[in-house]
């Protein structure tokens, strides 16, 4: 049999995991009275809950037979920004090299070691290293306190035995006390640092090695043993500190070895990753992530739909704790330990902040200190959409050793007290003088504002989808949501309280609102507007001071905003509706002819920014031949003034 294809499934079993619909092992994808027991599903249509619980060796023969019968559903090859493939661990530790002065290259290898290697004579010196792709990991925890150099490999392949060799020669003639090698448990990285150690022992050198194995994915024990992942981070850490306040190369082994066993590290994943030049390693539907993955793009041991993210932690968690399962963490109530928060190369800052917080919540639920947090990059995979975390327990020495100062650039500058959920928040400041709650009055205009607030709110809510569409062309496509989200508030709000009938404390008790609640540009821009706009109606709310009010919201709009008319903005609404607000101030104006009137206007100008060329906000970064609809804040300021007038009508 191919070593591609695999095994011929029994009779009734469901294959086809990869969404496809079709039976890998029949070129038109097999439907009813498939030989192979599949049934035929249309593609894109999510499989069955039994596909994904097959075992992940045969989810994964499958998808590679499916890429063979169907070359079109190949994937691509994913964009790099490197200048050659050949060349992008090179160069990348050449960058590394030159923005840090602490750093030397060592000639003809690529290995990287401290710039001050004669300050290591008398200490013992600390190498790891392993293949590339895992940045910071290794180069950037190369400093005082840290590791003495590292040897790198091409990406996700191990160093040759001749650079390692090479490093251990350039420490050992600079003075050091005996030479620890902290690697990864890989087979290339276990074979290749231990010939090199065989070779230097033979040329009189005193080298030892330490292998780290915290994985905590596999449910069986694994003849390979655990996987090394981000917990070498923390073992290069305690070793740095240890070496650096003048330990023996015999205790620094003895109390390395010992941190290693009470390590865990678990990642989960949204996305594969790729090595320059190649496709990604594994697929993942948009409704799917991957427990248990390593950091050399190999699938996990567990595919499942996508989870919030505090269920996704305590998932996590609950795995790496497990009773049954042999990589397990032993974590009891009272226990102490230092989580990594561990981004895997393509997760977003805001998502790995939610992450943070969750371990914390759920840690601290079982009963566990967490004596010190790290959260950032520490050993990735590539790009790949993911994280992982990492628990070591720890005591009061193991802590100190964590805290030692150390000019690694890699490590955080970490707070040395434990992180907890319970922080007591800061007071907040008292009110300034006229920024207390808007008192509530009532009378006919509570009313007439109530039906005109809700007929706004609803206007906004039913424009979402249009809104956010308006949008793509020229912004991030949340116009809708933001506009949304303003109608919801002001919703909640006059449920809570009737609004004020003054239209000074109407205004304001509404910009305060927007300003709050909206979010983005547009909810500065309307509370501007509003603030400004109840300024003179204080003493004043005949129909001319509304005009007053109009020109004074728009004269702080285009202040503080930058924009003017003709910048394809909601100013040009709203700009247009103050011009034909101005017949107010005529006398015996009527107050809903006026209104209809600038309704109009104010639509017109929003048709018309469909032919402007932007020149303020978001917008105005793109070029005028791909914004071909109008302006989504100028549509949104019109449809708002006609919700006025359709209120003040009712």
């Known amino acids: 049999m191919h070593p591609l294809v695999p095994p011929h499934p029994k009779k009734g079993v469901r294959a086809g995991g990869d969404g496809t619909g079709r039976c890998p092992w029949g070129r038109g994808g097999h439907g009813p009275g498939c030989p192979h027991g599949i049934p035929r599903r249309d593609a894109g249509q999510p499989p069955p809950a039994a596909d994904l619980a097959l075992p992940t060796e045969f989810r994964l023969g499958a998808e590679r037979l499916q890429r063979i019968l169907h070359p079109t559903a190949r994937m691509e090859v994913p964009k790099k920004l490197v200048n050659s493939v050949a060349c992008c661990a090179d160069d990348a530790l050449a960058g590394l090299v030159a923005c840090n002065p602490g750093l030397r290259l060592l000639q003809g290898h690529r290995v990287v070691l401290r710039a001050d290697l004669a300050a290591i ?48 020669r350039a420490v050992t003639q600079a003075g050091a006390a005996g030479t620890l090698l902290i690697v990864k448990n890989y087979t290339g990285d276990r074979l290749n640092f231990g010939l090199a150690l065989e070779r230097a022992r033979a040329e009189g050198a005193d080298v030892r090695m330490v292998v780290v194995g915290d994985d905590s994915a596999f449910a069986a024990p694994k003849k390979a043993g655990r996987r090394g992942l981000c917990g070498t981070v923390l073992v290069h850490k305690v070793a740095g500190a240890l070496a650096e306040a003048g330990a023996s190369l015999d205790e620094i082994v003895k109390k390395v070895s010992a941190a290693t066993k009470a390590m865990g590290t678990l990642g989960l994943s949204l996305s594969p990753c790729s090595v320059p030049g190649s496709k990604p390693t594994f697929r993942l539907a948009d409704d799917e992530m991957e427990l248990g993955l390593g950091i050399h793009g190999e699938a996990g041991v567990r595919r499942m739909k996508v989870l919030p993210a505090d ?130 009055s009532k009378g006919p205009g ?19 989808d249009k809104l956010n569409e308006l949008d793509r062309a020229a912004g991030d496509g949340d116009c809708g949501h933001t506009h949304a989200r303003a109608a919801r508030a002001i919703q909640e709000w006059v449920r809570a309280r009737p609004p004020p009938a003054a239209p000074a404390q109407l205004l304001s008790a509404l910009a305060d609102l927007l300003l709050e609640k909206m979010g983005g540009s547009s909810g500065v821009l309307y509370g501007l507007f509003l603030t400004a706009a109840a300024w003179p109606l204080h003493n004043r709310n005949d129909l001319p001071t509304w005009a007053d009010a109009m020109d004074a919201g728009i004269e702080a709009m285009q202040r503080y905003g930058g924009a ?30 006026v209104l209809a009137t600038a309704v109009q206007s104010a639509e017109a100008a929003a048709e018309a920014t469909r032919h402007m060329e932007a020149g303020a906000g978001r917008a105005s970064y793109i070029s005028s031949a791909q914004l071909l609809q109008p302006d989504p804040g100028a549509v949104a300021a019109a449809a708002v003034l006609k919700a006025v007038l359709e209120g003040l009508r009712s």
């Open 564 to 593: 003017a008319p003709g910048d394809r903005t909601m100013l040009d609404s709203l700009w247009a509706a103050a011009q034909a607000l101005h017949a107010l101030r005529s006398p015996g104006a009527d107050l809903l002819q």
């Open 446 to 464: 509570t009313a007439r504002a109530q039906l005109v607030l809700e007929r706004v709110c609803s206007t906004l809510l039913d424009m979402q």
């Open 311 to 440: 269920e996704a932690v305590e998932t996590m968690l609950a795995h790496m704790t497990d009773p049954s399962n042999a990589s397990r963490l032993p974590l009891s109530p009272g226990a102490s330990v230092v989580l990594v928060v561990n981004n895997l190369g393509g997760l977003s800052c805001l998502e790995l902040g939610i992450v943070a917080g969750a371990a914390v919540r759920r840690l601290e639920s079982r009963g566990v200190r967490i004596a010190r947090a790290l959260v950032g990059s520490f050993m990735t995979a590539l790009e790949m959409a993911g994280v992982s975390l990492t628990l070591m327990l720890v005591d009061d020495e193991l802590v100190k050793l964590i805290d030692a100062d150390t000019t690694a650039m890699a490590w955080p500058n970490l707070a040395a007290a434990p992180a907890t959920s319970q922080r007591q928040e800061l007071p907040a400041p008292n009110e300034g003088p006229g920024t207390a709650q808007h008192e509530i």
């Open 121 to 168: 004579r008398g200490r013992v010196a600390l190498l790891s290293g392993g293949g590339s792709g895992h940045e910071p990991a290794h180069a950037g925890y190369i400093g005082r306190g840290m590791l003495t150099g590292v040897v790198a490999g091409a990406v996700f392949t191990s160093p040759a035995v001749g650079s390692i060799l090479a490093a251990i």
